[in-house]
């Protein structure tokens, strides 16, 4: 785990400085065999397990390519949960930017 979170000795991690919170890597939004495509009002997200536990979701219809949120551990919830964790998201965003609204 060091070389993936390298330290300076004293337990504090290194920040990753290409880190941007709410951003997949460049392969976001494609569908594939072990995704799911969910619509919430009127808005498309795509549905994928991720290492942790948990689900990615990627926001394909919003303004910023590649955009959304994880959720872990999402063992077994239901679709009902799955479409709450979005409302949830989407009442958080700003709709001038598309972008989590800054507190």
């Not at 993936?4 to 065999?33: C, K, M, Q």
């Not at 009002?41 to 949120?69: H, M, Q």
């Given at each position: ?8 000795g ?7 400085p ?12 494609l569908?594939?065999p ?8 009127g ?5 994928r397990a ?15 390519p590649?955009y ?6 999402t063992?077994?919830?239901?679709l ?20 989590l609204?800054?507190?």
């Amino acid at each position: 785990m060091k070389a993936i979170y390298p330290d300076d000795g004293d337990g504090d991690r290194a920040a990753d400085p290409g880190a941007v919170p709410g951003l997949r890597p460049a392969t976001a939004g494609l569908a594939d065999p072990t995704s799911r495509t969910l619509e919430v009002d009127g808005e498309t997200f795509v549905l994928r397990a991720n290492a942790f536990g948990g689900t990615d979701y990627t926001w394909l219809s919003g303004p910023n390519p590649g955009y959304g949120f994880g959720v872990s551990p999402t063992a077994d919830l239901s679709l009902d949960e799955h479409t709450t964790n979005i409302r949830d998201f989407l009442d958080t965003v700003d709709a001038g930017t598309g972008y989590l609204e800054d507190d």
